[in-house]
């Protein structure tokens, strides 16, 4: 028997006032697959983008700062940003600038070991492409990395003497 999952999907509800424009930036330019579209009265439409796996980054305000900084060398995001992982960081830039995304800030290597743009995009969102140069593992190892159980048990370690 296999434990379920409290939550299965995370879906990120973006009102686009360009709602063309929007689609097909988001869908026929950065690539993500159509899963289902839905028409109602009043021309009512939404078009519902597979963007693959799903992650909740929560940042405090220190952090949101210290990315902003690293990214772009001034605070300019707002409370909310989409990031999305490419396989082609400056690949994946110059094909949305070319499809009307206004560069913020150019593909810039992070102390966390990614290459990462920012755009102001469609629909008011402003993004973050990145591109991964070491995976999950190798960042781990690093210090200031890990998660909450491993940090834990860091501590447990440092505290019972090694």
């Known amino acids: 028997m296999t434990a379920s999952r409290p939550v299965i999907q995370m879906r990120l509800v973006v009102e686009a006032e360009d709602f063309d424009r929007a689609v097909t930036f988001y869908r026929d330019v950065l690539g993500l697959p159509e899963q289902a579209a839905f028409e109602a009265e009043g021309d009512a439409r939404v078009a519902i983008l597979d963007a693959g796996r799903a992650t909740l980054e929560l940042a405090n305000p220190a952090q949101k700062r210290m990315i902003d900084e690293v990214e772009v060398g001034r605070p ?53 492409l990145f591109e991964e140069l070491e995976t999950l593992e190798e960042r781990s190892r690093r210090e200031g990395f890990g998660t909450e159980h491993t940090r834990r048990r860091t501590d447990a370690a440092d505290e019972d003497g090694g």
């Open 76 to 128: 300019v995001a707002p409370r909310i940003r989409v990031a999305f992982e490419v396989d082609d960081g400056a690949a994946a830039t110059d094909r949305l600038v070319a499809a009307g995304a206004e560069l913020i800030a150019p593909p810039t290597e992070t102390p966390w070991r990614s290459l990462n743009s920012r755009l102001q995009a469609p629909a008011a969102l402003q993004i973050t």
